[in-house]
């Protein structure tokens, strides 16, 4: 079973500048000659850490990792005012031209592969090739799993706690009442909200664990504005038509695609990647029987790592 490569430092760390007040964190690691692949961490909301780096063989890949807007170590940190997924796809683009790529393979994992399949969709000339791992597709009823009826048939009692906590009633809706919350000009009540949300979010994304799942408060500054961003985008649709992914699915281009997904992924279901795969018929799914969603499984870290040493021998 393969692992994630040793430890690596970037070779170079920026801010990218925008037409906005937003500055974009990047770091480069690994081979500045070689195939160029970008890192599209999930969320919306959270970031990138050293382990992202680890997925890629240092000696075969030019690496590329950025925060996107509002999150970790960009700038102002929390901000959704000019934070949409037009923006974001607009820095991924702007980021290609900046570091002078031609072209490059995309990896993004859940809101990180939503990010993928559409700067595929939009920029299919930029592309090399496209690894997935536990794809969300940023609908309605995707959403709905999640928060309002789906996975909380698995986790009823979860799911109680979350909602008995939050004094929500039956007739309440989730989402906008979460984003009334996470932005409110209390401080308590923000706080309150996303470790709510935090605790039940986590407790699914983690169900496969052996250990039951605690949150991590000691920022609650870095918990409040992951929530805030995550709400902004969930509260606007994602910025995008329904179904948008899917419908314009045939502009991305005949490149090497994997789509990875494991089986009891609960929190974006197979059936997201089995329909990407459907509609891409020459993309490889690999379906990991021991996984769930994180890319931090051991068996996911396996069939990820594989993919790109896979993917890499193609493009030599």
Request: charged residues 20%; aromatic residues 10%; hydrophobic residues 35%.
């Amino acid at each position: 079973m393969k692992t994630l490569y040793p430890e690596c430092e970037p070779f170079e760390t920026g801010l990218l500048k925008t037409n906005s007040s937003h500055q974009v964190y990047y770091e480069q690691v690994g081979e500045p000659t070689a195939p160029a692949i970008i890192f599209l961490h999930g969320g919306p909301g959270s970031g990138c850490n050293e382990n992202h780096r680890r997925y890629f063989n240092p000696a075969k890949y030019r690496i590329i990792l950025f925060d996107q807007r509002g999150c970790n170590r960009s700038k102002p940190n929390g901000c959704v005012d000019n934070n949409s997924t037009h923006d974001l796809l607009s820095d991924i683009e702007s980021l290609r031209q900046e570091l002078n790529i031609e072209q490059w393979v995309l990896f993004g994992g859940s809101w990180g592969a939503t990010l993928a399949l559409l700067y595929a969709e939009q920029y299919p000339e930029h592309i090399s090739g496209i690894i997935l791992r536990g794809s969300f597709l940023a609908r309605q009823c995707d959403f709905d799993w999640f928060a309002k009826s789906g996975v909380n048939k698995i986790f009823p009692d979860y799911w109680d706690e979350f909602i008995t906590t939050l004094n929500l009633n039956e007739n309440e809706q989730l989402l906008p009442s979460l984003h009334q919350r996470v932005f409110s000009d209390k401080r308590e009540t923000q706080l309150n909200a996303a470790k709510e949300w935090g605790l039940w979010a986590g407790r699914v994304v983690t169900h496969s664990f052996i250990d039951e799942y605690t949150l991590d408060v000691n920022d609650e500054d870095k918990l409040i504005n992951e929530t805030k961003i995550e709400m902004h985008y969930a509260n606007n649709k994602y910025f995008i038509d329904e179904n948008h992914i899917l419908n314009n699915i045939s502009k991305i281009p005949h490149v090497p695609t994997t789509i990875i997904h494991g089986r009891k992924d609960l929190t974006c279901l197979p059936e997201s990647s089995w329909l990407i795969h459907k509609a891409l018929p020459e993309s490889t799914l690999i379906i990991v029987p021991n996984a769930g969603h994180l890319a931090g499984e051991s068996a996911m870290i396996d069939a990820l790592v594989s993919a790109t040493d896979e993917m890499v021998t193609v493009l030599e």
